[in-house]
């Protein structure tokens, strides 16, 4: 039971997070999209190292493309990855529903915001790419680190900003504000985002597991 409130817990305030500090920045400056995503960077990364690095001892994926890639190495079953999916993705559309809520928005407030393009799908799949490399190959001490600094230098190297998430991307969608996605491109950005995460762990399999 408590690896699966963990899952849902976790996703809801990361992405919380991510959406709140998103729309802080927009009321602090709303004429400057920079110092927005520095906002949006910063509280990103600390959400992830304190969540990865307090609900550890249950479960951490909080993203549905480690869980399949998890399931894949054999290290939880498909009924378990079906759940923590199902879980992450309520949690992150309930994290988002919250940030809009504690600033004065709608619950559901469907995002406007165009992100397509191929150049914005290759981002995805490179950005999910390098998030699943850096967890498969990183210790369990190492992880939370690990992931926090890679996501907030992939806010700023990837023309993404670096969902690579399909449950956030998917909740993000809730949201008309900075860190929103209009819903008509949920499903490249997710696709995108499977692929990533398959090249990441074939990649993993045929060289870095067998050294």
């Not at 809520?101 to 165009?114: C, W």
């Not at 690579?164 to 900075?178: D, E, K, Q």
């Amino acid at each position: 039971m408590a690896k699966y409130l963990s899952e849902f817990l976790g996703t809801a305030i990361l992405f919380c997070a991510v959406v709140g500090s998103g729309i802080m920045g927009e009321n602090l400056n709303s004429e400057n999209d920079q110092v927005t995503l520095l906002t949006n960077t910063l509280a990103t990364v600390f959400a992830l190292y304190f969540l990865i690095s307090s609900l550890q001892p249950f479960s951490t994926h909080f993203n549905p493309a480690v869980s399949f890639v998890f399931c894949m190495k054999g290290e939880i079953s498909v009924k378990t990855c079906s759940g923590f999916v199902a879980l992450q993705i309520a949690g992150a559309v309930c994290g988002v529903m919250l940030a809009n809520y504690m600033f004065g928005i709608e619950p559901v407030d469907f995002s406007e915001k165009t992100r397509s393009g191929t150049n914005i799908f290759v981002s995805e799949v490179f950005a999910t790419f390098g998030l699943l490399l850096v967890i498969l190959l990183s210790t369990k001490e190492k992880v939370a680190a690990g992931v926090a600094a890679y996501i907030g230098a992939a806010y700023w190297f990837t023309s993404s900003t670096s969902f690579a998430n399909p449950a956030g991307t998917i909740g993000r969608a809730f949201s008309n504000t900075f860190a929103g996605i209009n819903p008509d491109d949920v499903m490249a950005f997710c696709g995108a985002q499977v692929i990533g995460a398959m090249v990441a762990y074939l990649i993993y399999k045929k060289v870095f597991s067998k050294t």
